[in-house]
């Protein structure tokens, strides 16, 4: 026989079991039915993992390349987001400090104000 006639017939049968479990559920109550669908349904996903592996070698390398691909850009894409409001918060910080200039200005206004006489004539200390 060939392959492709076996895994035909494979499908068949997963398909089949499908059917007796939905069968079950009907006649013997949902346990009975629910098992038995939840095994079929395992063991035919493990089959269709095994059948594109065997039909193509690279399809698993691929699809966890992609996977972990994905992650990765995600992971990375939420850190940036993460550093970049950091970088703002420090930002407005920055924004809100005076600067060296304004306060040197500040500085030369106090001094100039200490140096001028008050109402009694003498200096400020």
């Avoid at 398909?15 to 346990?31: A, K």
């Avoid at 600067?99 to 040197?104: G, H, S, T, Y």
Wanted: charged residues 35%.
């Amino acid at each position: 026989m060939k392959p492709r006639y076996i895994d035909a017939i494979i499908d068949l049968a997963y398909g089949g079991l499908i059917f007796v479990s939905v069968g079950l559920i009907v006649v013997e109550g949902t346990r009975v039915g629910l098992a038995l669908g939840l095994g079929v349904l395992v063991s035919y996903a493990l089959h269709v993992i095994w059948k594109m592996a065997r039909f193509d070698p690279e399809w698993m390398t691929t699809e966890m390349e992609e996977t972990v691909e994905e992650a990765i850009e995600q992971t990375i894409g939420e850190q940036v987001d993460t550093v970049q409001q950091r970088i703002e918060t420090v930002d407005e910080r920055i924004d809100r400090r005076p600067r060296e200039d304004e306060i040197e200005d500040l500085l030369e206004e106090t001094v100039v104000d200490t140096d001028e006489p008050d109402e009694t004539g003498d200096a400020a200390r």
